[in-house]
């Protein structure tokens, strides 16, 4: 069928265009600001009509609200008994049969109840819902899936049901678009037209008949004197939708590990062969993470007013809400639900450790303090030589890595110089490197040459 109802939450859809044939927001919700609707008549359609002694013909009939709008349209509109019927049976309407709205908003069983008052409002009981089918009154009155449209499938041949429904006229409050609906179609043309039987449609007014009621042979009623429609205005264009925003690319970033000699000892230090200590440096070395950024978008949700009484819940939303300048408001009628597009920005620290088997210090005589030994000192002392010129020294340290992702290495080490004489004194190291860099290599050389003295000579360059 073209026409069936069993939708659990009201749905918006247009037809094969891109756009749809009237004004809408952005959840696809006709935009009455914009459009102007004119009364133009009524279709009644009786699908069971009965000879009742002492009150005559009566029964119950399909009605339907034919409007016309300042675009050229024409807005079917069936008032809630119809909505029910169609629903539970799939019947759909002469003239309607075969033709695709361009338009149409359609709601479920359990919308349009719950609009009504509840089950109790439209004379489902606990009985009738154990005398008509198999399933739970409790999953009829939750809604479980399938369970109320299980009701009225196997409630959809039963007379006295829906006569009572339309001799009390529980469902008569009709859903004039005016002010309210729980369903409507859209059509470029009246689907009611008489002039549509040559299209090929069913004959104008023919009741069809459905299963297990009773369809009779009634002519229809008298086609209603429609009022001209409005000129139709252009087509507003609609407001676009809020695209997604172009965040920047990843990247990866680094500072340079970096290593001080911090101090020295002692302040003129002394060879070990005269009972002098030599030199102990002080050194700190550090190696920083490296950052690793990217970006993710994401949808900002705002929380907005919306008239859940006329269109159901907002079709994206992350449930009820009260903005911030309104904590005690009604949050049944405010709704979280999209805003704007933004960048969302992630970041990780990933350590880049010092690898203590690369950290030393390097200390190397000083070619005229190598020969000054060999010449002016051997002199003075005979037999007086170079001992051990060039220094490596290590240290038992480790590494600390700190929360910010930074490895930091505070060592001593000691040079037991056995010769005198101006030496340059550095300290080197090495890291591990990480999935994004390769190990990077460091160093740092005091600024001036170190002086390691005798204890009865003066040093001279």
Known sequence: MA????????????????????????????????????????????????????????????????????????????????VLYMAATGYVPPGMAGQIPAYNYESGLGYVIEQLGGLEAVGITPEMAQENSSIQWEAIQNNEEGALQGFFEATASNVDFWLALSITGALESGGSPASNFTSMWVYDHNPFDPDAAAAGTPEFGTPQSTPGLISTDEPPPPEPTRTPRPTPTPMPTATPMATPVECPPESISQQPPQAIIVDTFPPNPVVVGQGGWGLDINVEAVSYPVIHRWWTRAREWECSWWDSATYGPPHANHGHCCPDDQPDCDSSDYYEIPGEWKCVEHAEAIPDPILMEYFGATANLHASSIEWIQTDLAGKYPGAEVHHANWYVSTEAEPVLYGDGRCVVEAKLWFPFEDPGYYDVSVHGQTAGTIYTPPRSFGYAMPTPQAVYLLDTMLEE
């Open 3 to 82: 026409l069936a109802l069993v939708l659990t939450l009201a749905a918006p859809a247009w037809g094969q265009d891109d756009d749809p044939p009237i004004p809408v927001d952005e959840y696809g919700i006709p935009d009455r600001d914009q459009i102007d609707l004119t009364h133009v008549g009524e279709y009644t359609d009786c699908v069971l009509c009965v000879d009742i002694p002492g009150i005559g013909e009566t029964g119950f009939a399909l009605q339907y609200d034919v409007y016309a709008d300042n675009y050229g349209n024409t807005w079917v509109v069936p008032n809630n008994l119809t």
